[in-house]
């Protein structure tokens, strides 16, 4: 017995090293990072996160074949996954196919949600505005919910390899876990396309408390950050830059130091933001003589918070306005507290990241702003135009395979009479789609709210029409 609890003993420390091993391990020091290896990574790593945020490929093609219900227009049309026209076969963009267990599985990586499609070609950087990353993890988790067996996947699939039926089972056996301690009731389709919880969703990765406040926000672009010193909408974060990339890696569950442990891909990836990824130029005609007075406008009224962009010196100068000043929805601003600046103060974030709460939102950098449709924090103003017509704002309009509206730039909004005032109908592009796949996002809702950034209010109509053409331009 003595020679047997040895043995026992012998093969857990073994299979506890790894962990015990990545605990102490020194840190690595920051590199320079490479620009080439970063665009590679952004688009093809899975960032050394595989065990996290991952499903095997056999469930993933099993699922919208098992519970069609939960998948009206399969993964793409139900979730927003976006699937490059180059590999059709092959899994979404922002998934990896990555050796886990033996087999083939898909793990996630930047561009899930910073990668987008616009006039039919995948743009990096840019937002996807479909993504519904709420609802994709509710999908899933119902179907375990349900009872998903290997032999339901095999039945959907193909015979399962040795391999893969390990696989399955073992993703099965911990998903079950971690949805044990989930409410079955927890979703309430509060989200929709192409925003995030990002920041309860930290809270809830933390241990903290994620009741108090609405975190939603439309999910930003990430184009040239290079003049970029500050993190999030409300711009608490500061320090370290790569540290700051990693902070979106706690969300797949993954332990605090594991991204701190692979810092190499992070330099790079930060080598590439800061680098080469720049937004696609405006596809249509611009009218220049018209966007040279739009330049003047923006140069006296927006270039104070937005910063300066050509022809002028870049410049940018990561201001945090008072939510009272801007006066739009203050939910996400006062959602950011000392709970998360102590459960930070925890891991070895602390040593490279400092948090400042503050009830305030920094406005953001606007390069390739026609490709971050919808507007505000939020998401909640369609169009460029309807942020310049406070008035004008649709109190809801409808989110998912939106039509683009290059005139007024941002999403198409026919719209319609409604009690207090107009929304947005389902457009062309929409109506040719199953209705259930649709969010329609309304802004009386707690966190939705479209009120404030009235700055350009008071500007002429001509003025106005000229600034749009600037912008057009950036």
Same mark, same amino acid.
């Given at each position: 017995?003595?020679?047997i609890a040895?043995?026992?003993?012998a093969v857990?420390?073994l299979?506890?090293?790894p @962990?015990?091993?990545?605990?102490?391990?020194?840190l690595?020091?920051?590199?320079? *990072?490479?620009?080439?290896? *970063?665009?590679?990574a952004?688009?093809h790593s899975?960032?050394g996160?595989?065990f996290?945020?991952?499903?095997p490929r056999v469930i993933?093609?099993?699922?919208p074949?098992?519970?069609?219900d939960?998948?009206?227009?399969g993964?793409? *049309?139900?979730v927003g996954?976006?699937h490059?026209p180059?590999?059709p076969s092959?899994?979404?963009?922002?998934?990896?196919?990555?050796?886990?267990?033996?087999?083939?599985?898909?793990?996630s990586n %930047?561009?899930? %949600? #910073?990668a987008g499609? @616009?006039a039919?070609k995948?743009v990096?950087?840019a937002?996807?505005?479909?993504?519904?990353?709420?609802r994709?993890?509710y999908?899933?988790e119902?179907? /375990?919910?349900?009872?998903?067996?290997?032999?339901?996947?095999?039945?959907?699939t193909?015979?399962?390899?040795p391999a893969e039926?390990?696989?399955v089972r073992?993703?099965?056996?911990?998903?079950?876990?971690?949805?044990? #301690?989930?409410?079955?009731g927890w979703?309430k389709d509060?989200?929709g396309?192409?925003r995030?919880?990002a920041l309860?969703?930290?809270?809830? $990765?933390? *241990?903290?408390?994620d009741?108090?406040?609405?975190t939603?926000?439309?999910i930003p672009?990430?184009?040239?950050?290079?003049?970029?010193a500050?993190?999030?909408y409300?711009?608490s /974060? =500061?320090?370290d830059e $790569?540290a700051r990339?990693?902070l979106?890696e706690l969300?797949?569950?993954r332990?605090?130091r594991g991204?701190?442990l692979?810092?190499?891909?992070?330099?790079?990836?930060?080598?590439?933001m800061?680098g080469?990824l720049r937004?696609?130029?405006?596809p249509y005609?611009?009218?220049?003589?018209l966007?040279?007075a739009?330049?003047?406008? @923006?140069a006296?009224s927006c270039?104070?918070c937005?910063?300066?962009?050509?022809?002028?010196?870049?410049?940018y100068?990561?201001?945090?306005?008072?939510?009272k000043?801007?006066?739009?929805?203050?939910?996400?601003?006062r959602?950011?507290g000392e709970?998360?600046v102590?459960a930070l103060?925890r891991?070895d974030f602390?040593?490279f990241?400092r948090?400042?709460?503050l009830?305030?939102?920094?406005?953001?950098?606007l390069?390739g702003?026609?490709?971050?449709a919808?507007?505000?924090?939020?998401?909640s103003?369609?169009?460029?135009?309807?942020?310049?017509h406070?008035e004008?704002?649709p109190v809801? @309009?409808?989110?998912?395979?939106?039509a683009?509206?290059?005139v007024?730039?941002?999403?198409?909004?026919?719209e319609?009479?409604?009690?207090r005032?107009?929304e %947005?109908a389902?457009d062309? =592009?929409?109506r040719? #789609?199953?209705?259930?796949?649709?969010?329609?996002?309304d802004?009386?809702r /707690?966190?939705?709210g479209?009120?404030?950034?009235?700055f350009?209010a008071?500007?002429?109509?001509?003025e106005?029409?000229a600034?749009l053409?600037?912008l057009?331009?950036?």
């Amino acid at each position: 017995m003595r020679k047997i609890a040895i043995a026992l003993a012998a093969v857990a420390a073994l299979a506890l090293a790894p @962990f015990a091993w990545s605990a102490v391990r020194p840190l690595p020091k920051a590199t320079p *990072g490479d620009a080439a290896r *970063g665009e590679w990574a952004f688009l093809h790593s899975d960032l050394g996160s595989k065990f996290y945020g991952s499903i095997p490929r056999v469930i993933y093609e099993a699922l919208p074949k098992i519970d069609p219900d939960l998948f009206v227009e399969g993964w793409e *049309g139900t979730v927003g996954l976006l699937h490059d026209p180059r590999d059709p076969s092959g899994p979404p963009i922002g998934m990896v196919r990555a050796q886990v267990l033996g087999s083939e599985w898909y793990a996630s990586n %930047c561009a899930l %949600c #910073h990668a987008g499609m @616009f006039a039919g070609k995948v743009v990096p950087g840019a937002p996807n505005q479909d993504l519904d990353i709420q609802r994709l993890v509710y999908v899933v988790e119902q179907s /375990i919910r349900r009872g998903l067996t290997v032999a339901d996947v095999a039945r959907a699939t193909h015979p399962l390899s040795p391999a893969e039926s390990v696989g399955v089972r073992a993703f099965l056996f911990f998903a079950q876990r971690k949805i044990a #301690h989930k409410k079955d009731g927890w979703f309430k389709d509060e989200t929709g396309p192409g925003r995030s919880d990002a920041l309860n969703g930290w809270k809830r $990765a933390l *241990g903290l408390d994620d009741g108090s406040h609405k975190t939603i926000v439309d999910i930003p672009d990430v184009f040239d950050q290079r003049l970029k010193a500050k993190t999030l909408y409300d711009g608490s /974060i =500061t320090g370290d830059e $790569a540290a700051r990339v990693m902070l979106t890696e706690l969300q797949k569950g993954r332990p605090p130091r594991g991204p701190l442990l692979e810092r190499g891909v992070f330099d790079d990836l930060v080598a590439y933001m800061k680098g080469p990824l720049r937004p696609p130029a405006w596809p249509y005609a611009v009218d220049a003589a018209l966007a040279r007075a739009g330049h003047d406008v @923006f140069a006296a009224s927006c270039s104070k918070c937005h910063g300066t962009y050509p022809p002028d010196e870049p410049s940018y100068p990561n201001l945090r306005v008072p939510v009272k000043t801007v006066g739009t929805d203050p939910e996400r601003a006062r959602a950011m507290g000392e709970d998360m600046v102590a459960a930070l103060q925890r891991y070895d974030f602390r040593d490279f990241l400092r948090i400042e709460p503050l009830d305030a939102y920094m406005p953001p950098p606007l390069d390739g702003i026609y490709l971050t449709a919808p507007y505000l924090h939020n998401g909640s103003v369609p169009t460029l135009w309807h942020l310049l017509h406070p008035e004008a704002r649709p109190v809801a @309009f409808y989110r998912r395979f939106n039509a683009f509206d290059p005139v007024r730039v941002g999403l198409a909004c026919e719209e319609r009479t409604v009690e207090r005032g107009v929304e %947005c109908a389902p457009d062309a =592009t929409q109506r040719t #789609h199953d209705p259930r796949v649709l969010y329609r996002l309304d802004t009386r809702r /707690i966190g939705n709210g479209n009120a404030g950034h009235t700055f350009g209010a008071t500007l002429a109509e001509a003025e106005k029409t000229a600034l749009l053409e600037y912008l057009k331009t950036l």
